[in-house]
């Protein structure tokens, strides 16, 4: 079965940097367009960064030149690089894939607070 699993939130201060890691397993990873979402309270959970099998980033504008998505293919994981933190940034952040149907992680707990 489809499993993802999330890691690397944690509490960090406005300005600093998270690296988030997502492993999947039960998917041909490769082929796969691959992306990262985020939950706030009481807000709707929203697309953060995709990536396609290809390696072609793409970000909501409000973490443009701030969050770089990767990912490595013989790892099957993907990863988002986090920098220059907002406190708005504060999320619960998942990972997500859609083979037919949307598949989800668990979510990581990022918080941004001084």
């Known amino acids: 079965q489809v499993q993802l699993v999330e890691s690397g939130g944690g509490l960090v201060q406005p300005g600093g940097s998270l690296r988030l890691s997502c492993a999947a397993s039960?998917?041909?990873?490769?082929?796969?367009?691959m992306r990262w979402y985020r939950q706030a309270p009481g807000k709707e959970r929203e697309l953060v960064a995709s990536?396609?099998?290809?390696?072609?980033?793409g970000y909501v504008d409000s973490v443009k030149g701030r969050f770089t998505i990767s990912r490595d293919n013989a790892a099957n994981t993907i990863y988002l690089q986090m920098n220059s933190l907002k406190l708005e940034d504060t999320a619960v952040y998942y990972c997500?894939?859609?083979?037919?149907?949307?598949?989800w992680g668990q979510g990581t707990q990022v918080t941004v607070s001084s």
């Open positions: 990536i396609t099998r290809g390696g072609s980033p």
């Open positions: 039960g998917i041909i990873f490769s082929a796969n367009h």
């Open positions: 997500n894939v859609r083979v037919l149907v949307d598949y």
